[in-house]
């Protein structure tokens, strides 16, 4: 920083001679400390993934109390000699820029890098609904919203999965709903998805329509009882015409037959039309109707009737 040299001025004619100093002065480069990169979501026209950067945000902290004038430049060259500089409001995509920072008093110059990073927004899809039957004729059940989560992040990794009521409570980040949900308007309700950049806190909104199917109605069936065959109680029922009563009217509907109601639930272990009893007498055969587009269903009975033979006692000979 400071150094002392000496002089010497000598007469050459008589040897006679005079000492004299000289400091030599190098004063110090302002400080600039390590700038985290300045990150800004692409928000305005969005996808063009350039940003206006308010460079003045960062003055404080590079300056830092320093006694010393800060400008910012496009280029090195310009920083160091002070070339061209930047308006503060700077319009860029993710590039480097360089701030330079010149000391009051002596007009020392320190540059340094900052980089100025553009976040690309996270890609939104067109969602189909999330579909759910109905439990108890109301219009109204229990979703897991969560279920949703793998289409709308669409491959996309790095991000966060929210749901919210409305889009200003998404694009606010609360109150969050979910992951199970009970919709409050019966059939059919708009919920909102948020997903959030983890790293850089940028995000995107898009609605998802919760759609609560209705149950198919089974009408009431029945079929004619058989009379019994061998004394077992057991006869074989075709029960070919009992689709049509369960449908009635409704559209777009299947219909099996099952042994058992977690059978029928499940639907698994379907009987056919051509069911031979197992129970004497009495059995009930329990129906799975079923909508072919939404796969809700309704499981409902039919009793299988088998009615005994009359009896003829042993009839003595007639003489």
């Known amino acids: 920083n400071l150094q002392t040299v000496f002089i010497r001025l000598e007469n050459t004619v008589t040897g006679c001679y005079a000492v004299s100093t000289i400091d030599l002065v190098v004063d110090p480069l302002p400080v600039i400390s390590n700038i985290a990169p300045y990150v800004l979501c692409d928000n ?5 993934l350039e940003e206006e950067f308010d460079l003045s945000i960062l003055n404080v902290e590079i300056i830092n109390g320093q006694d010393a004038t800060l400008s910012y430049h496009a280029t090195e060259a310009d920083a160091q000699n002070n070339l061209a500089p930047l308006t503060t409001l700077y319009s860029s995509p993710t590039q ?16 340094a890098p900052i980089e100025l990073v553009v976040i690309q927004l996270p890609s939104t899809t067109a969602m189909t609904p999330l579909e759910v039957c109905d439990d108890d004729f109301d219009g109204l059940t229990l979703f897991t919203l969560t279920d949703k989560d793998t289409e709308a992040l669409n491959g996309q990794t790095g991000l ?15 109150p969050e709903i979910g992951p199970v949900y009970t919709n ?3 059939d059919t309700q708009q919920v909102w998805i948020r997903l959030t950049n983890i790293a850089a806190g940028c995000f995107s909104v898009m609605p998802l329509d919760l759609v609560v199917n209705p149950l198919p109605v089974p009408e ?27 449908i009635g009217t409704q559209l777009n509907m299947s219909v099996t037959y099952h042994q058992t109601q ?22 009930t055969v329990f129906i799975r109707l079923e909508n072919t ?18 009896v003829i006692s042993n009839i003595a000979p007639y003489v």
């Open 44 to 48: 305005i026209n969005s996808g063009d």
């Open 96 to 111: 480097t820029i360089y701030a330079a920072l010149q000391d009051n008093n002596t007009g020392c110059r320190a540059v």
């Open 160 to 174: 966060s999965v929210s749901y919210y009521l409305t889009q200003s409570d998404a694009e606010a980040g609360a």
């Open 184 to 186: 409050v308007t019966a």
């Open 220 to 246: 009431p069936a029945s079929v004619d009882p058989l009379c019994d065959d061998d004394t077992d109680g057991l006869q074989t029922f075709d029960l070919s015409g009992v689709a049509s009563q369960v």
């Open 262 to 283: 977690l059978d029928a639930e499940s639907g698994s272990n379907a009987l056919g039309n051509n069911i031979t009893t197992t129970t004497p007498n009495l059995q």
């Open 293 to 310: 587009v939404t796969g809700c269903y309704a499981v409902s009975t039919i009793d299988l009737v088998v009615d005994p033979l009359p």
